[in-house]
T-cell receptor, first 120, second 113 residues
Framework: EPEVTQTPSHQVTQMGQEVILRCVPISNHLYFYWYRQILGQKVEFLVSFYNNEISEKSEIFDDQFSVERPDGSNFTLKIRSTKLEDSAMYFC??????????????????FGEGSRLTVL | LAKTTQPISMDSYEGQEVNITCSHNNIATNDYITWYQQFPSQGPRFIIQGYKTKVTNEVASLFIPADRKSSTLSLPRVSLSDTAVYYCLVGPPGYSSASKIIFGSGTRLSIRP
């Protein structure tokens, strides 16, 4: 079964450093997302990406965050200058199979296993 | 955005049927109800989605009364591996509305032998 893969599984960084989290969405999906979950808290939407541009973003997704699809398979989240409060699990997700009509699409999100970011 | 309310936690035993109810009093006409399951240190996983009445798949059933102000996820004959957090989400279907679909606190289900 196709799945979303994320790397690294765990990254430890110093405050102020730049971090790039990588994701390979399911190949025939059209929408890509990043969510984060601070330990013990809710899953929070960060950003969605469609047709090579940001479709929606939350208030959390400020200027320190950026997303990119540098090639046909990878989808990355960059955090420019990490802060202590950026420590969280970051989940990539994809949705909208290319071969499923819009009217039939449940909007099911397929999540990866997550990348745990620890900022010291 | 429709707000959802679920029990914080539930306990049950292997082999029992578990019903988790979610309240969503201000659900909009075009909103669907979707349930996800999350194991520790893993991403959420889609379980089931419905609009009204009853939906069943190989994993669960979803019961939605006529007023759609609540819904019940039913897990038949649970096992230890069903121990997880279950989220009830309400929002428009489709991939373009992710920002409108809110993961709440979920229900932490613990299954005992």
């Amino acid at each position: 079964e196709p799945e979303v893969t994320q790397t690294p599984s765990h990254q430890v960084t110093q405050m102020g450093q730049e971090v790039i989290l990588r994701c390979v969405p399911i190949s025939n999906h059209l929408y890509f997302y990043w969510y984060r979950q601070i330990l013990g808290q809710k899953v929070e939407f960060l950003v969605s990406f469609y047709n090579n541009e940001i479709s929606e973003k939350s208030e959390i997704f400020d200027d320190q965050f950026s997303v990119e699809r540098p090639d046909g398979s990878n989808f990355t989240l960059k955090i420019r200058s990490t802060k202590l409060e950026d420590s969280a699990m970051y989940f990539c997700a994809s949705s909208a199979p290319r071969d499923v009509a819009y009217s039939s699409n449940t909007g099911e999100l397929f999540f990866g296993e997550g990348s745990r970011l620890t900022v010291l | 955005l429709a707000k959802t309310t679920q029990p914080i936690s539930m306990d049950s035993y292997e082999g029992q049927e578990v019903n988790i109810t979610c309240s969503h009093n201000n659900i909009a006409t075009n909103d669907y109800i979707t349930w996800y399951q999350q194991f520790p240190s893993q991403g959420p996983r889609f379980i089931i989605q419905g609009y009204k009445t009853k939906v069943t798949n190989e994993v669960a059933s979803l019961f939605i009364p006529a007023d759609r102000k609540s819904s019940t996820l039913s897990l038949p004959r649970v096992s230890l591996s069903d121990t997880a957090v279950y989220y009830c989400l309400v929002g428009p279907p489709g991939y373009s509305s992710a920002s409108k679909i809110i993961f709440g606190s979920g229900t932490r289900l613990s299954i005992r032998p």
